[in-house]
Every structure is written in structure tokens, then in C-alpha cells.
């Protein structure tokens, strides 16, 4: 886990001359502002199981296998439901 958060920011670092020399200030602006969205929603989406999987899997002794089932199902149906009530208040109602 300590890998991808890191190499998303060495990427964004990496790629910030590429943007700002490609587009236009308005344009890197929406850039800005999609990858600090995205980083918002990570953490509501995600709402700290990755810390609370990590308590677990070492106090658990023996099912590690069910910890990491069972975080990765309660994060994955709670972001699909909530992803799909904001989709439908935003572009249905």
C-alpha cells in the first residue's frame, strides 16, 4: 500500500512540465482539480479500511484470507453503492 500513493505522486511530478507545456493555465486548472477530487474520494470511498485491514491481519492468527475477504467486500459494495446513488441524483434527478 505504501507503493501506490507514492508513485502517483512521482507520476504527478513527473508529468507536471509535460502539462503545463501542453495546456493552457484554464485546462491545467481542471486538471488540478480532478486529481484533488479523486484524491477526496479515495479517502471517503475507501473510509480507512486499509488501516483497519492491516490492525486485523495481525492480530488475526489464523484466516488471513477472511480478513482480506471480507474488507475488500465491505469496500467494494459500499463504494459501488454509493457511487451509483451520486451518479443517479446527479444525472437523474
Known sequence: ????PSFSRMLGFVMTPFFTA?????????FTNLFALASMLNAVLA???ETTFF????KIEGDKKKVFDNSFFI?????VIISVDRYLRFYLL
Do not use: E
Open 1 to 4: 500500500m505504501v507503493f501506490r
Open 47 to 49: 473510509f480507512g479500511m
Open 22 to 30: 501542453k495546456f493552457s493555465t484554464s485546462i491545467y486548472g481542471i
Open 75 to 79: 469496500t467494494l459494495t459500499t463504494t
Open 55 to 58: 490492525r486485523y491481519l495481525q
